[in-house]
């Protein structure tokens, strides 16, 4: 399959001044520190939250010997060959603790329920013939089978989770697993967002002449509520020099980072470069990617700046690449550049100016999985960014062709 570029994307000769993405992003992080402040919050409410310090467990995980299985608790050495037949001396369910058995006896026991003192190994009752009073066990048993050491998933004393982990389900049931009801992470990221441009409308109302639906309000608190920001917004703002500086003042009086999508490109109407290099300071940047090409990065005040350019596609694609690490790195989070994976690639794709990150999907087929490109690459085109579940990145060059392995990066947290 090949795909022709529309002639509207087709205009993206590698001008000179186009900065590499891998610079950029660089350049971003350098600038960047994280928040200082913490704060306790319940384990129940931690989802999303960067971890503040070392989190160490009081106890062990499992804090006792217990059964792996529902069976016979005995002592291996009795049951050396298969068939020894034992009296059942105990039943010790989960919840309680039987007695230390008894030589040449046998604890009913089951799964999770404290191994007795003196028994080394518990056998699946699948194997065992209970016979009244008594069991055979029909297997030669191992010492430390089905036995599940008191420890053996958290010692006591180890660091379970190190400061800049990013909680997940998984973390919160680690926490709760150790008993904790409360964790210290960093404080909230404080995002201010507008979004500029005289044809924007907000979903809802009717749409007169050459109006378009604010979609990407929609897009960024989304991408920003996965990243747990506490998001203030300023709305829709108007090609206009003195409403973009009013809005710009009040965006980053109280923000960590100021966040807008639209006005970053060299155009008449484009007042948030202008408006950002009278108030602040202004790194606008021409990047080599597609989509994507301006973003301007820069402060006002104590707060960063990152002005996305407007095309729906655009904001989603530079969010992931440039936002994303960097709120990322504010909020304190260790691992904040995601490696992309690799992905064998299901089409051509010539004529690579940019470095394009392409909206595709991953499918399998009998060599195993590839990555099927959406056919409407256009930047406007926020239906691909929809049906895809990643980014294929090409070089700029030659190009790519099927069979070929590109970098590939999933849509995450989403
Ligand atoms: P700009 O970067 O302001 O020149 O905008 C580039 C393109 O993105 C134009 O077609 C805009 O109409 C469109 N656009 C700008 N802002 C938004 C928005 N908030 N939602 C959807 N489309 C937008
Ligand atoms: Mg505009």
Known sequence: ??????????????????????????????????VQQSEQVRVADSLGRVIAEDVASTIDVPGYDNSAMDGYAV??????????????????????????LEAGTAARIFTGAPVPEGADAVVMQELCERQGESVVINKAVQAGENIRRAGEDIARGSVILAAGKRVRPQEQGLMASIGLAS???SRKLRVATFFTGDELVEPGAELGPGQ??????YTLQGLLQSLDCSIVDFGIVPDDLDATLDVLKRASADADLVLTSGGVSVG????????????????????????????????????LFMGLPGNPVSVFVTFTIFARPLILKMQGAGNYLAEPLSIRSGFDWRG???QEYLRVRVRHDEAGVYAELFPHQGSGVLSSASWADGLAVVEPGAGTQAGDILPYIPFQGL
Not at 17 to 28: K, W, Y
Not at 284 to 297: D, H, L, Q, S, T
């Open 352 to 354: 690579v100016k940019r």
């Open 212 to 217: 378009i639906y604010n979609s990407n309000r």
């Open 75 to 100: 002592r291996s050495g009795e049951c050396a060959a298969a068939g020894t037949s034992l009296a059942v001396s105990q039943r010790i369910p989960a919840g309680q603790s039987g007695v230390p």
């Open 183 to 185: 964790v210290r992470v």
């Open 1 to 34: 399959m090949s795909h022709e570029k529309d002639a509207t994307v087709q205009d993206s000769c590698a001008s000179p001044g186009l900065i590499p993405v891998d610079e950029a992003v660089s350049r971003i992080l350098d600038a960047a520190t994280s």
């Open 268 to 303: 008449e109407e484009d007042y948030v470069r202008i408006a950002l290099e009278q108030l602040g300071e202004l790194n606008m940047w021409r990047i080599n990617m597609k989509p994507g090409k301006p973003v301007a990065f820069g402060q006002v005040d104590e707060a």
